[in-house]
């Protein structure tokens, strides 16, 4: 045989910290923030290289995984 134990009873909230909790200011999500500058320059730089060396496309997705590669040595 199982015995069972109480549960914890929560106090419920008054009608005066309910008002009180609703009429604080809500926090307001932050805005949505445009696409980083990195991220848009590394892009433009790897269809440059693309299109500067005329690559086929199986040189042009080895591209994809080096180029970062040297981009972040030569930036670091």
Same mark, same amino acid.
């Given at each position: 045989?199982?015995? *069972?134990? &109480?549960?914890? *009873?929560? $106090?419920?909230e008054?009608? *005066?910290?309910?008002? $009180?909790?609703?009429?604080? &200011?809500? $926090?307001?999500?932050?805005?949505?923030q445009? &696409?980083? =500058?990195?991220?848009?320059? +590394?892009?433009?730089? +790897?269809?440059?290289?693309?299109?500067? =060396?005329?690559? /086929?496309? +199986?040189?042009?997705?080895?591209?994809?995984?080096? +180029?970062?590669?040297?981009?972040?040595?030569? /930036?670091?």
């Amino acid at each position: 045989m199982t015995t *069972q134990l &109480p549960l914890p *009873q929560i $106090a419920p909230e008054t009608r *005066q910290e309910t008002r $009180a909790r609703e009429a604080e &200011p809500r $926090a307001k999500s932050a805005p949505a923030q445009p &696409p980083h =500058a990195a991220g848009m320059l +590394w892009f433009a730089g +790897w269809l440059f290289t693309i299109g500067f =060396a005329k690559l /086929v496309w +199986w040189k042009a997705l080895l591209g994809l995984i080096v +180029w970062p590669y040297f981009l972040g040595t030569t /930036v670091r």
